[in-house]
């Protein structure tokens, strides 16, 4: 029998953190441990953020799909000065977060919504 590991993507762990019916009317979530990823190592500055990564999800001001990855969507809000940025991943239907952070600009990609 071949004993080769199996890769998992959030989405595979059983208990979600948050889960968020996104504004296409997707289940995005994130799992505890991935989101102290984020926060602790990725992006600092979103530490204690969750209910603006959930209004941002639920409500962006524009979404644009990644250049990159057909898969991947960046959500944007405005937040203050600047915006908030939440990456998706879409695999089967819903999606998990990739990221967020707070940024000067959005990044170039196809728009395919606005507010």
């Not at 289940?27 to 991935?34: F, L």
């Not at 939440?86 to 196809?110: F, M, P, Q, R």
Request: one cysteine or more; hydrophobic letters at 30%.
């Amino acid at each position: 029998m071949d004993n080769k590991l199996i890769a998992t993507s959030p989405l595979k762990e059983i208990k979600p953190y948050f889960v968020v019916k996104s504004i296409f009317d997707k289940n995005i979530r994130t799992t505890k441990s991935y989101w102290d990823k984020i926060t602790l190592e990725k992006h600092p500055q979103i530490k204690g953020k969750e209910k603006i990564v959930r209004q941002v999800l639920k409500n962006p001001d524009e979404i644009r799909k990644s250049k990159s990855d057909n898969q991947v969507c960046l959500y944007y809000k405005k937040y203050n000065r600047y915006h908030l940025c939440v990456v998706i991943k879409y695999l089967n239907g819903d999606g998990y977060i990739v990221t967020a952070y707070i940024t000067s600009k959005i990044l170039e990609g196809k728009n395919i919504w606005k507010k």
